[in-house]
């Protein structure tokens, strides 16, 4: 494409080099960035890293790269791990690509860089996010039309929702299994309010407090990242993020059979 | 006047939860307000919008389209993923009670035993709105970047 004209680079430069932007690429992909960015992303950090082309194959669990420098090609694969979704991970490792562009940055930069996103991430505090969702859903609950009463429980009910949710993931239970439990634990505190005919729309609650488990970066993601050609990928996603809103039904209906009130039917 | 105040109740409630998922997922702290914002324009734009009369699906790809151009520009200036802003900015119109909705008539008409007609219809109705609804926020963001960053000329 570009007819500039690269030196080549030693196999140790190219494989370091190799070696980072892949290195980048999973972190993009594992803390949710869509697969037009982390394509992108990694062709431009391998190629500003002296590599003279970059092709990327990405898929839901494993991504593949391989780099052309001069006449010699290399070739990795490396697994991908859901970990979540962190976009101050994404924003860093794209300023360190557009540094490395500008000749701010180097290969043993890069590698301290990717290390240090690798080891540790960042994150809000806890109680702040367990306050934080809780006014998310009590506001989802007022736009729809609730009063003060339906705000209320909405409130405790997400906030002990995010509390189990929480709770599991620091014990490593498997996210489905997540997702069910805390929506159980979402329904089951709002079921108060039906319960005891709390404010104008006591159905609501039940309805508002379990938004915290909506898989919306998921879906968003697999939507664009159809709309943009990476049908493989965006398929995978969309499979994921159903089985996410089913775990969260199946909460919902758990916790309806065991407090009786059916306020979603 | 009612109309103005209703509006600006409906800017202030869909800002907060954009802003709690954006702490949901680790957007970094300057960007915050950011989704905040193009929340509160949204969601607000679009309750204008429908209460002109327009449908939920058509006003939502309106304002995404909004909240893509704004998301393009924020991105190229501080140098990071549209992403970051877009998918935050959105999450009150996100049709989440629709989906779980779906899913739970879609079980309950599994345990019922005889499919009952108005299930069924509660369960596709609820279906075709997430689906319609998804996909119009999710076509709407793109588009700015469709338009303005073609890499190469159409013809």
Not at chain 1, 224 to 248: C, E, F, P, Y
Request: hydrophobic share 55%.
């Amino acid at each position: 494409m570009s007819s500039q004209q690269k030196a080549q680079l030693t196999l140790e430069q190219h494989e370091e080099a190799t070696r980072l932007a892949l290195w980048g690429g999973q972190l993009l992909l594992q803390y949710g960035a869509e697969s037009q960015l982390v394509e992108t992303l990694t062709h431009r950090l391998g190629t500003a890293l002296g590599c003279d082309w970059m092709d990327l194959a990405v898929s839901h669990n494993a991504i593949v790269l391989t780099s052309v420098s001069g006449p010699r090609y290399l070739t990795k694969t490396r697994r991908i791990v859901d970990r979540g979704i962190n976009m101050t991970t994404v924003s860093e490792i794209c300023r360190l690509v557009v540094m490395v562009e500008k000749g701010l940055k180097d290969a043993n930069e890069v590698r301290k860089k990717l290390r240090q996103l690798s080891d540790k991430q960042f994150h809000y505090n806890r109680w702040l996010m367990i306050l934080m969702v809780g006014l998310s859903c009590a506001c989802f609950a007022r736009l729809q039309g609730g009063d003060w009463p339906v705000f209320g429980v909405t409130f405790v009910a997400s906030a002990v929702a995010m509390f189990v949710r929480q709770e599991l993931h620091h014990r490593g239970y498997h996210l489905l299994m997540n997702w069910v439990l805390s929506a159980a634990a979402a329904t089951s505190v709002a079921a108060l309010a039906p319960a005891f005919s709390l404010g104008n729309k006591p159905e609501l609650a039940m309805a508002a407090s379990v938004l915290l488990l909506v898989p919306g970066f998921p879906l968003m993601n697999a939507i664009s990242d159809m709309v943009k050609g990476h049908v493989n990928v965006g398929i995978a996603r969309w499979t994921w993020a159903s089985m996410m809103v089913l775990s969260v039904a199946l909460g919902i209906l758990l916790a309806m059979n065991l407090t009786g009130v059916w306020g979603w039917l | 006047m009612e109309l103005l105040i209703t509006l600006l109740d409906d800017a202030f409630f869909s800002a907060i939860p954009a802003i709690g998922f954006a702490m949901l997922f680790n957007v970094p702290k300057k960007a915050l307000a950011y989704c905040g914002a193009a929340a509160a324009i949204a969601h607000s734009l679009r309750t204008l919008l429908i209460s002109f009369g327009m449908s939920v699906e058509l006003g939502s790809f309106l304002v995404s389209v909004l909240v893509g151009v704004l998301a393009f520009h924020w991105a190229k200036k501080k140098l990071v993923p549209e992403q970051v802003f877009t998918v935050a900015a959105i999450i009150p119109m996100i049709p989440g009670k629709f989906a779980f909705a779906t899913m739970v008539g879609l079980v309950q008409l599994n345990i019922d035993g005889a499919v009952s007609p108005w299930l069924l219809g509660d369960v596709i109705d609820n279906g075709l709105k997430t689906l319609f609804i998804l996909g119009a926020l999710s076509v709407g963001l793109a588009i700015p970047q469709l338009f303005l960053e073609r890499s190469k000329p159409v013809v």
